[in-house]
């Protein structure tokens, strides 16, 4: 009998724990459950989403971004998500979004962690960098690709390398295409 007793004491104590582990929601679980709440729109939207990415782990332990797609009334858009993971539940921190061929180059985050984003469909850049940490580009689709750099530091410049050797610093702004894009709205 106290066999039993001490088996039943070291059994049901692992048992209740894994099963409480099993109940956790997974990031990817918490990321559709999130995005099938803020679909807000009539179904003559057409309203669509697609994670495109997403890693774990990236500043710190229990934390992660995810790289998604949504297409709305606006047209398609892509952005980038910071998340948290606090005593087993994941909480939406940071986000930021682009658009293909907008005068936007890139964006930042505003609080730690700093973010650098944006969004490139010109094959011949290799790399970006935002200060000095090196971005990682995700490829979204045919020439579409996604670039973003985590860094400490607020306000870096933001330079592209691009396949023939050149460096080019970037403004987060085109002046030239913003200009271009109010003449036509003028006209």
Known sequence: MKIIKKILLT???ILTLLVACSNEQTFEDFFHSKMELKNEYDEEVNYSYSLVYQEQNVVHPNDAIAIFTENKL??????IAYFEQENGTWSWKQTRGAEWDTPVKWSSMHQVPYIYSGAINDVSIEEVYAGKEKAKIVDVEGDKRFWYAISNEKDVDVKIN??????EVIAEIDEEMLKGWKKKKNE
């Open 162 to 167: 691009m396949e023939d050797g050149t460096q």
């Open 74 to 79: 606006q047209g398609e858009q892509i952005f």
């Open 11 to 13: 059994v049901i104590p």
